[in-house]
T-cell receptor, first 111, second 115 residues
Framework: GDSVTQMEGPVTLSEEAFLTINCTYT??????LFWYVQYPGEGLQLLLK?????DKGSNKGFEATYRKETTSFHLEKGSVQVSDSAVYFC??????????FGAGTQVVVTP | EAGVAQSPRYKIIEKRQSVAFWCNPI?????LYWYQQILGQGPKLLIQ????????DSQLPKDRFSAERLKGVDSTLKIQPAKLEDSAVYLC?????????????FGPGTRLTVT
């Protein structure tokens, strides 16, 4: 079945550092890809999405490009802030709208 | 626009007891999801409703878990009897139409502790 694999955390960075969180997927068909973020004590929020190959999703300085050839959807941000500390989930939906989430990657940004 | 509402936020019960969670999705959203999120893991889909019909309940432990969606709006998830391994956060989400392009909006979750 479909699945998502993302790098394990925690990822600890200093403020203004470059962030990359790797995400790869296995799917039949053409899934849509998502990054969700969960801030401490809050529910999951959509960060960005891409619905077809070569699409780039972006939001709040974060970017991810749907790479069909490498089945990847890596999340990047050029300069992180303390407020970016959260757990980030990569996810995909199949053609029926069923979500598969990765295990999540905790990011800790220190001043 | 009001978000997805869930209650209670926290629940502590003993094993073999029963518990129920309630979810009110965003108005107009046809699709409602219940997820189980065990500490350190990503959310796992338990059941998906389209209006008041079940689309997918393949990962719902039907011997102890049940869910219903009343009149295609609110939903309840019940566990009876609870086991220690049911300790998790139970998330409710809704989307406009459940297609692969449709964003899911999540509620704050109910944290269940089974002792």
């Amino acid at each position: 079945g479909d699945s998502v694999t993302q790098m394990e955390g925690p990822v600890t960075l200093s403020e203004e550092a470059f962030l990359t969180i790797n995400c790869t997927y296995t799917a039949t068909g053409y899934p849509s890809l998502f990054w969700y973020v969960q801030y401490p004590g809050e529910g999951l929020q959509l960060l960005l999405k891409a619905t077809k190959a070569d699409d780039k999703g972006s939001n709040k300085g974060f970017e991810a490009t749907y790479r069909k050839e490498t089945t990847s959807f890596h999340l990047e941000k050029g300069s992180v802030q303390v407020s970016d500390s959260a757990v980030y989930f990569c996810a995909l939906t199949d053609s029926w709208g069923k979500f598969q989430f990765g295990a999540g990657t905790q990011v800790v940004v220190t001043p | 626009e009001a978000g997805v509402a869930q209650s209670p936020r926290y629940k502590i019960i003993e094993k073999r007891q029963s518990v129920a969670f309630w979810c009110n999705p965003i108005s107009g959203h046809a699709t409602l999801y219940w997820y189980q999120q065990i500490l350190g893991q990503g959310p796992k889909l338990l059941i998906q409703f389209q209006n008041n019909g079940v689309v997918d309940d393949s990962q719902l432990p039907k011997d102890r878990f049940s869910a219903e969606r009343l009149k295609g709006v609110d939903s309840t998830l019940k566990i009876q009897p609870a086991k220690l391994e049911d300790s998790a956060v139970y998330l409710c989400a809704s989307s406009l139409d459940g297609t692969s392009f449709s964003e899911q909006y999540f509620g704050p979750g109910t944290r269940l502790t089974v002792t």
